[in-house]
């Protein structure tokens, strides 16, 4: 399967249409997503439509970086016309009435939309095995998650049922699966990408990035999803840089900072002895290695384990099965309607976190637990503020191992939550990270990917994607891909 550079130049010299390049992904969803169940709709229709306009304006002499190219999208992100889950039984027939801004930009662009993906139940995890409609398989091994909560759109970018997806990030949620399925998976500033048509889960942590096979791609998908939206007050009001022609840059004299206790405790040692040898190639390279300290990132997880819960209470109070979602039959009083609405809407997961999250905002509770996780997460940002005084980029793993089998942490929350050991800081200070692939190592004869993470100060996406377009031309890892 192309890459979108390579699909971008087979369209514009007319070697391939977008038509043709849209079936052969609809085919290949055909004849695979059953394997690895990553898709949770596709619409034929609707794509070869937007193919075919897309080949008028291609003829008419048009031009952009996205048009004419397939993609998926995570079924978190509202699509005009089409079913919109969460993969949630509570919204299995909800059909959303309007686009995400993100879906609109896309649409502007020419980006042809082929359908949605799975994910963790209003993104809830991990390893989109929360999904009301079946987990996700690994396509580099079935017996394993894919990661999550953008499972289904690594999955399915791995495979080479599209050309790029679209994720959510709200603490790792597109760089832990990236690491797990040989991709690159963005995580841009807060606020750089519309959140408005998002089924929110953290609304002060939500992001929207891309999953691809390399940098560029992901640069390309960056430049036009970014930008300020009337819809969101959140959005940044910065200009948005053209980032795919800034990726190639040399990294003489760049300070990279790296925190040591990252590369202890329960790192897996195959994935440290690896990226030890990417940060000694780092440095013949020019790059300026320094270690630098991070103490309140140590808490990262158990903040964001407050902080999220509590969002997660809020945001779903709204799926009651009036104006959102399912209805159940022979409630006789409105909390009995409630209870029933909710009780066979919701999975485990959302459920766990929205009693976790209604307890910690609760009276007498609220000040012990919210209002003191956002002041230690106060004090995390003002770690990677005083960090980036010293550094320019922060490079950290992925997650402390590859991918694990189906099941094997599906009994243990706490173990599912530590998935984001590495990834929440980046998230509760709401800075751009990255993860491009850093490796491979052996399970039971089937060489599984890992990914390596690097941080960038606020807005610096551009620092991100140059520094990550350097690591991916040392290894070229990307070039590797699954058998199915």
């Known amino acids: 399967m192309f890459t979108i550079a390579q699909a971008r130049r087979e369209l514009d010299q007319g070697n391939v249409s977008?038509?043709?390049?849209?079936?052969?992904?609809l085919n290949r969803i055909k004849a695979l997503d059953s394997k690895i169940n990553s898709c949770l709709l596709?619409?034929?229709e609707g794509a070869l439509a937007a193919a075919e306009n897309a080949d008028r304006r291609l003829r008419s002499g048009e031009r952009g970086s996205l048009l004419g190219i397939p993609y998926l999208a995570k079924d978190l992100l509202m699509t005009k016309g089409l079913r919109t889950s969460a993969a949630s039984k509570i919204l299995?027939?909800?059909i959303a009435p309007f686009d995400a801004s993100v879906i609109v930009r896309l649409k502007d662009a020419g980006a042809v939309l082929l359908g949605k993906t799975n994910l963790d139940e209003?993104?809830?995890?991990?390893?989109t095995e929360n999904s009301a409609f079946g987990p996700t398989l690994n396509p580099w091994d079935d017996k394993r998650v894919p990661g999550g909560s953008s499972g289904g759109s690594a999955a399915a970018v791995a495979a080479g049922?599209?050309?790029?997806a679209l994720g959510t990030d709200t603490g790792g949620s597109i760089r832990q699966p990236a690491s797990f399925c040989n991709l690159v998976g963005l995580k841009p500033t807060y606020g750089r990408v519309s959140r408005f048509g998002l089924?929110?889960?953290t609304s002060s942590t939500d992001t929207i990035g891309p999953l691809t096979r390399t940098v560029e791609d992901a640069a390309m998908v960056l430049s036009v999803i970014s930008g300020n939206d009337k819809y969101d007050a959140t959005t940044l009001k910065s200009e948005v840089p053209v980032y795919e022609e800034?990726?190639?840059k040399g990294i003489d004299g760049l300070r990279i900072g790296v925190v040591p206790a990252y590369f202890e405790g329960s790192l897996d040692p195959r994935i440290k002895e690896t990226m030890l040898d990417t940060i000694l190639n780092l440095k013949k390279a020019g790059?300026?290695?320094?270690?630098?300290?991070l103490p309140n990132n140590k808490y990262s997880v158990p903040v964001y384990y407050v902080i999220t819960p509590s969002e997660v209470s809020s945001n779903l109070a709204r799926f009651d099965g009036i104006g959102w979602g399912g209805t159940a039959n022979g409630a006789n009083d409105l909390q009995a309607f409630y209870k029933a609405n909710r009780g066979q809407g919701f999975g485990p997961e959302a459920k766990r976190r929205i009693m976790l999250g209604t307890f910690a905002l609760s009276a007498g509770y609220a000040d012990a637990y919210y209002k003191k996780a956002q002041l230690v997460r106060e004090n995390i940002k003002e770690d990677f503020k005083k960090a980036f005084s010293q550094v320019d980029i922060i490079l950290t793993p992925t997650s402390p191992h590859p991918a694990f089998k189906i099941g094997a942490q599906s009994g243990d929350p706490l173990a599912m939550y530590l998935e984001d050991i590495y990834l929440a800081g980046a998230s509760l200070a709401g800075l751009p990270a990255i993860s491009v692939p850093a490796g491979f190592v052996n399970e039971e004869r089937k060489d599984l990917p890992f990914g390596l993470q690097l941080i960038g100060a606020s807005e610096r996406e551009e620092t991100v994607l140059y520094v990550a377009r350097v690591v991916e031309k040392i290894n070229n890892y990307f070039e590797r891909q699954p058998v199915i």
């Open 199 to 201: 089924l929110s889960m």
């Open 287 to 293: 790059a300026i290695i320094t270690e630098i300290e």
């Open 42 to 44: 596709i619409d034929e």
């Open 161 to 164: 049922l599209c050309l790029f």
């Open 122 to 127: 209003f993104a809830h995890g991990s390893s």
């Open 92 to 94: 299995e027939n909800y």
């Open 18 to 25: 977008a038509v043709e390049l849209t079936r052969a992904c």
């Open 246 to 248: 800034k990726i190639e």
